[in-house]
């Protein structure tokens, strides 16, 4: 069985910083693409950022670039999203979840597989 652990949310000002982490088990950790996802209310859920465990590449969309650095601890099986620069407009869910299929994988809602309940991580301004 998957399982997904989120951590690491919490309140910051704006301009601060935030450290999410990923805690996953119940599949071979190191083959697959895992990402962060979040959602505005009353938008879709959007890719952040992901990593291929397999290949190490990672993807990070445009308005995070610069901002946000995706890591994995492969000794503990934990993606970590380090969160700088935050501002009130991010939105404050933030989803982990696993692809489908080994390998590499795009950064998309539609291909991950698994999926954690979320981390509340809220910028006041």
């Known amino acids: 069985e998957v399982r997904i652990v989120e951590s690491g949310g919490g309140l910051v000002q704006a301009g601060g910083s935030l450290r999410l982490s990923c805690t996953a088990s119940?599949?071979?950790?190191?083959?697959?693409?895992i990402g962060w996802f979040r959602q505005a209310p009353g938008k879709e859920r959007e890719g952040v950022s992901c990593?291929?465990?397999?290949?190490?590449?990672?993807y990070y969309a445009d308005s995070v670039k610069g901002r946000f650095t995706i890591s994995s601890d492969f000794a503990k099986n934990t993606v970590n999203l380090q969160m700088n620069s935050l501002n009130p407009g991010d939105p404050d869910v933030y989803y982990c979840?696993?692809?489908?299929?080994?390998?590499?994988?795009?950064?998309?809602?539609?291909?991950?597989?698994?999926w954690g309940k979320g981390t509340l991580g809220t910028v006041s301004s």
């Open positions: 119940g599949f071979t950790f190191d083959d697959y693409t």
């Open positions: 979840a696993v692809d489908g299929y080994r390998g590499t994988a795009p950064c998309a809602y539609n291909g991950m597989a698994y």
């Open positions: 990593i291929s465990n397999s290949e190490g590449s990672t």
